[in-house]
Each structure stands twice: as C-alpha cells, then as structure tokens.
C-alpha cells in the first residue's frame, strides 16, 4: 500500500478514518485518538506519531484488513485541513528554526541539486550556484521564508516533505463526510465529536509561539535572526504581495479545493465551515 492511504488512521472501536495532514493539528488529533481507543491519559509521555504508525495506521494491518476499512463505508471519514499560506510559515518556524530533520534533508537535497547543475551547465547565479556543501552549511543560518519558497517552487508538489506537500493529496481518492478547518479548530473538532457520539478536548501540540511585538516584515529575515525572537507574528507578516502571489500559485489546487482566497497584502480566508 503506497501513501498516502497507508498513513491513513483507523480506529475501529468508535467507527471512524481519519486521514491526517502534516501541520494541520495532526499531533493533537492522534493524541486524542490514542485517548479515545486506550483510555485517558494513554497518551502522556509518548510520541504520538510513532504509537499511531505502529498500532493505527493502516500500513500497520494486514492486507486483508486494509482492504476492508478502505471499503467500509460505516467509517466515518474525516480530514482537517489549513489555510495554505499560514500552514507554509507554521512549517517554515517548526523545523527550520530549530533545524530539525526535514530542514536537514531540504538543504541536502539541494545541495545534490547544485551539484549536478554545476557539473552540466558550469554556471553560476549567486546563492543558489555555490558550492553545494557551503550552500547547505551556510542555509542554517543564511536561508530565509522567502528564498524557501524559491526553491520548493523548482520541485515537484508530489514529492515535497509532508509538511510543506499541497493538502488535497492527501486524501488520496477518499471521499470525506467530514471536514474540519483549523482556522475553526476548537468549533470543528466538537462538531466532529458530535457526529462520533464521543466526548473530550484536544491537546495542544507544537504550538508556535507568539509575540504580538514583532510587527515588522520578516520575509527576508535570516534564521540566525528569526532564532533570537521570543516570538513570531501572525503569518501574514511573512508575506509581501509577490511572495503571496508565488504561495498562491503553488497551492492553486488547495485553495480553489478548499475555498481559500488570498487578499493582498494581506491574507484571509473565506468563510466555510464544516458541514
């Protein structure tokens, strides 16, 4: 079974498919899973993620198993999904500010990338034709929102890291009889627990911090300077006109899917709750 339905969460016990979205609350809903099917408090002090993909996710089932909840319509099936500009920066702050793996991987990635466009064209233009080894060590400190931006726009939405990969392919094929905006959060999630006939609160989970006094412009802000706030902005602060414009085209799809819209300079979304 290929993704994304391997990574799709079942729960078998209250009757439902949750199809999970990187940076879209999915920490806190597989936490509330792992409650709801092993008790209160099952969740504390574990990494949700890998007690989910090792137990819930269907790649964890036998084949025969996988087969029949895909088939299943008494499942319930439900997705949350994010306002695609905000969703990018939350990306963006998690784990390039930290430097966590998959800003690792981005910057190995490219790196390989320029070595390559070195080796057949022999040019270069700047930032993005040095020395790939530089290139990568110096984007620990160097790279900003916008020149990431810049570059995931080279590559192919199918094959970007989950956290930044466009929502709608997420959902594979599956039709959805609910869906939940993180805009909404706290509104939709007890929506979805009505419909389920359960009860309880969503944990919090990598949750960006925030700090109302940096409100200045930071598209162009190095990491090495982002690393010295206590804080962030709303998203919008990360965006001019044009870079909204090139977020906005990445993420068309999403957008016209999922009734985004984007109001320049600054960004809303559109009003549509959850059915």
């Known amino acids: 079974m290929r993704w994304p339905e391997n990574h799709f969460v ?8 949750y199809i999970p979205i990187e940076k879209v609350a999915c920490s806190a809903l597989k936490s509330w899973v792992i409650e709801l099917a092993e008790g209160s408090g099952a969740s504390r002090g574990i990494d949700p993620n890998a007690h989910i993909r090792a137990g819930y996710e269907l790649q964890a089932q036998p084949p025969e198993v996988q087969s029949r909840w895909l088939q299943d319509r008494q499942l319930l099936r439900f997705a949350f999904v994010r306002n695609p500009w905000d969703r990018l920066v939350s990306a963006y702050l998690n784990k390039f500010v930290p430097w966590k793996s998959p800003a690792q991987k981005f910057a190995d990635e490219h790196s390989k990338r320029l070595w390559w466009s070195r080796a057949i064209h022999r040019v270069s233009a700047g930032w993005l034709c040095s020395s790939g080894k530089a290139s990568s060590e110096q984007w620990r400190e160097t790279l900003t929102f916008r020149q990431f931006v810049a570059e995931i726009r080279q590559r192919n939405p199918r094959t970007l890291d989950l956290h930044w990969r466009p929502q709608h392919l997420f ?3 599956q039709p959805l009889d609910f869906l939940g905006r993180f805009e909404y959060l706290v509104d939709d999630f007890h929506t979805l627990c009505r419909k389920l006939k359960v009860s309880g609160d969503l944990p919090e989970a990598n949750k960006t911090r925030r700090d109302a006094a940096v409100l200045r412009n930071l ?32 993420y068309e799809q999403d957008i016209r899917q999922f009734g985004y819209q984007s109001k320049q300079p600054g960004i809303e979304v559109m009003r549509s709750r959850a059915a």
């Open 10 to 17: 079942v729960c078998e016990k209250f009757q439902f498919l």
């Open 171 to 173: 959902l594979g094929s």
């Open 219 to 250: 598209a162009d802000a190095p990491l090495s300077e982002l690393r010295t706030l206590a804080g962030y902005p709303e998203y919008s602060w990360f965006y001019t006109p044009d870079l909204a414009a090139e977020v906005g085209k990445l």
